[in-house]
């Protein structure tokens, strides 16, 4: 089961300046909230199309927060934030809840368009 990391927060290095930073990414950064998960921030960042890359500093222990190099590109600019992701403690699935999620469904129909058909 993969590890599940939620945001803390995001710095700069201590060699970067806030004013040097492009334009997209100051939006990522002002879009991004405590509580997201991993996922989320690097979704968000491909959307931007700022091609992110996500490597641990240091491993962390469940419940600590551990420090992530994040690596964004900007046409031919790098640009390198900290991110600070909490782990979050892995839960057991209940037997129940794991054939609840290998049961196959059927996707939900838009009622609007029944007609369709």
Do not use: Y
Not at 16 to 35: H, N, Y
């Amino acid at each position: 089961m993969a590890n599940a990391f939620e945001l803390v927060a995001l710095a700069l290095p201590g060699d970067t300046a806030p004013e040097s930073l492009p334009a997209i990414v100051r939006q990522f950064v002002a879009d991004c909230w405590p509580g997201m998960s991993r996922g989320q921030l690097v979704a968000r960042a491909r959307r931007l199309a700022l091609r992110p890359s996500m490597r641990a500093c240091r491993p962390s222990a469940p419940g600590e927060i551990g420090l992530f190099a994040l690596t964004l590109t900007v046409g031919t600019q790098i640009v390198s934030l900290v991110a600070h992701l909490r782990r979050a403690a892995t839960r057991r699935a209940t037997a129940r809840q794991r054939k609840v999620a290998a049961a196959s469904r059927a996707p939900a129909r838009d009622p609007r368009q029944t007609s369709l058909f």
